[in-house]
């Protein structure tokens, strides 16, 4: 087979041009440790969380899973009155190749829904791979949502109306906690958004081939991230579902979903594999494969056409779940 990769949108190739200096798509794990000390976690210690005052931000130390560290949530509620009520939450997680990254990473993105639907944003740091294999980071993710849901009324808003929402790593672990929350009974969220959404170890589709070596992350990063999280497991027979969704049995029961993904990236065939699997199982799903778009475009060239497009369609499916 030929591995021709799909080209990027016009718009984006010209975004990809201006950071490809600074940011390569094939990481490895001798390179994880320069990366986490990278420019880019210290600018959003700057970001000004509180978009302009409409904000309350919060940082917040509450129990990790049993027997294992505190965990820090970033809290953000809206400083105008409630227009109607308890507000829902959107708890988010961050994306990162389960390696590098804290809440704030991409948080920008759920403060902008919460914006336009009057809700919380609960963001969840959880600790990294390959120091903190897996489980520790859905645990830590488990974890986070059980205190979000106890203590919802505390924060103005209602724990029947929880969306779990994340990109890459993020997105991946979002997965995996609608199973790990349906299977242990916890708290259950109404939707589940998926941005381009890390889901499958084995990383051995014909996407993966296609876009090695081009735009942000690669099969090379990609084998990065699971080693790290997964060590030699990584590809193997043995694999959880709550490590690795696409290895999922069983996907009954599992709140509405929004996924979303690049036509020229990486993850492109597990994320269509996933909403397929989804439907076939009775379930409701919203897909989008963004043609040209390269892994996390909208983040990296938020101003493009088909970035604007993209979070369009994520605030219009949240405003269809919530009824807002």
Not at 22 to 50: C, F, K, N, W, Y
Not at 221 to 246: F, K
Request: one cysteine or more.
């Amino acid at each position: 087979m030929t591995h021709v990769p799909p080209p990027f949108d016009p718009e984006l190739a010209g975004a990809l041009e201006l950071i490809k200096d600074m940011i390569s798509p094939g990481l490895t794990l001798d390179e994880i440790a320069e990366v986490r000390q990278g420019p880019g976690i210290q600018l959003l210690a700057d970001l000004d969380l509180t978009m302009g005052g409409t904000f309350e931000v919060e940082d917040r130390q509450v129990p990790g899973p049993q027997g294992e560290p505190e965990i820090s949530l970033l809290i953000c509620r809206p400083t105008a009155p409630a227009s109607a009520g308890a507000r829902p939450v959107i708890y988010h997680v961050h994306g990162g190749g389960m390696v590098i990254g804290n809440n704030r990473v991409g948080v920008d993105v759920p403060l902008a829904w919460a914006q336009a639907l009057d809700a919380v944003v609960v963001s969840v740091e959880y600790r990294l791979a390959p120091e903190h294999p897996h489980p520790a980071p859905i645990e830590d993710v488990y974890a986070g949502l059980l205190w979000t849901a106890d203590h919802a009324a505390e924060l103005g808003a209602d724990a029947e109306r929880i969306v779990i929402a994340g990109a890459s790593a993020g997105g991946g672990l979002c997965a995996a906690l609608a199973l790990l929350t349906r299977d242990r009974k916890g708290p259950q969220p109404i939707g589940q958004v998926l941005m381009c959404p890390m889901l499958d170890d084995r990383n051995d589709t014909p996407s993966t081939y296609q876009m090695a070596g081009l735009g942000v992350w690669d099969r090379t990063a990609n084998e990065t991230g699971w080693t790290a999280l997964l060590g030699s497991r990584r590809g193997g027979p043995d694999v959880p579902a709550y490590a690795a969704p696409a290895r999922a049995e069983d996907l009954t029961g599992l709140p509405p979903a929004f996924l979303d993904v690049g036509s020229a990236e990486t993850f492109r065939d597990e994320v269509v594999a996933y909403a397929s699997r989804i439907w076939q199982a009775g379930g409701v799903a919203e897909l989008h494969v963004w043609p040209g778009g390269f892994h996390g475009f909208d983040g990296f060239a938020p101003q493009a056409a088909l970035s604007q497009s993209a979070r369009a369609a994520q605030v219009s499916w949240l405003r269809r779940l919530l009824g807002a």
